[in-house]
């Protein structure tokens, strides 16, 4: 099995900044595909930010002001977002597209992490 654990939601006046950090743990042998979206209420998710096989790829929304990251090491993705506004007020789900030492491909998701930009 594998388990996705975001953190690092939470509450910020618009301009500031948070950082997000999913840890992944369990049956993984190599990771495909990974990335954030959200999810605002009475709106359908969206991708925020990914990494594919053409590179990483960012909303309109958030270009030049959210980074995606990683530690390979901890098996760790992470969401810079800084200039934060209202708009990105949303819960926050990872998703990654993992192999397992089976050598079969499954897609996984966080739980959530809630990030609301207020003052």
């Known amino acids: 099995q594998v388990q996705l654990v975001e953190s690092g939601g939470g509450l910020v006046q618009p301009g500031g900044s948070l950082r997000l950090s999913c840890a992944a743990s369990g049956n993984i042998f190599s990771f495909n595909a990974m990335g954030w979206y959200r999810q605002a209420p009475g709106k359908q998710r969206e991708l925020v930010a990914n990494y594919s096989s053409g590179g990483t790829n960012y909303a309109d929304s958030v270009k030049g002001r959210f980074t995606i990251s990683r530690d390979n090491a901890k098996n760790t993705m992470y969401l810079q977002m800084n200039s934060l506004k209202p708009e990105d007020t949303a819960v926050y789900y990872c998703?990654?597209?993992?192999?397992?030492?089976?050598?079969?491909?499954?897609?996984?998701w966080g739980q959530g992490t809630q990030v609301t930009v207020s003052s």
């Open positions: 998703n990654a597209h993992i192999v397992q030492f089976t050598r079969k491909m499954y897609a996984f």
